[in-house]
Nanobody, 117 residues
């Protein structure tokens, strides 16, 4: 069973930066997809960014350019570098893993990002 451990959330001022990390365990190979989704109160969960095993990245609307996803394949870890954070980026960020092309999927418990002065 894939387990995910997230870290890196917290409070940041508008314009600041944070880096989220998520490490997958219980899997003996590099997952097909690793990435991040977010959900703010009263809103639907939305894509932040994902990256396939081959390194192809996909970003949510208007996030590319401020957010950068990367993977450390040796550590089965995915990172999300978030720059120029805005109030509307505040949300619970959850790590997502799809082990193979057809699953199974796993979700992290979420790490809170708060953007406030």
């Amino acid at each position: 069973q894939v387990q995910l451990v997230e870290s890196g959330g917290g409070l940041v001022q508008p314009g600041g930066s944070l880096r989220l990390s998520c490490t997958a365990s219980g899997i003996a190979f590099a997952p097909y997809v690793m990435g991040w989704y977010r959900q703010a109160p009263g809103k639907q969960r939305e894509l932040v960014a994902t990256m396939t095993k081959s390194g192809s990245a996909n970003y949510g609307d208007s996030l590319k350019g401020r957010f950068t996803i990367s993977r450390d394949y040796a550590k089965n870890t995915v990172y999300l570098q978030m720059n120029s954070l805005m109030a509307e980026d505040a949300a619970a960020y959850s790590c997502f893993v799809r082990a193979t092309l057809v699953g199974p999927d796993a979700w992290g418990q979420g790490t809170q990002v708060t953007v406030s002065s």
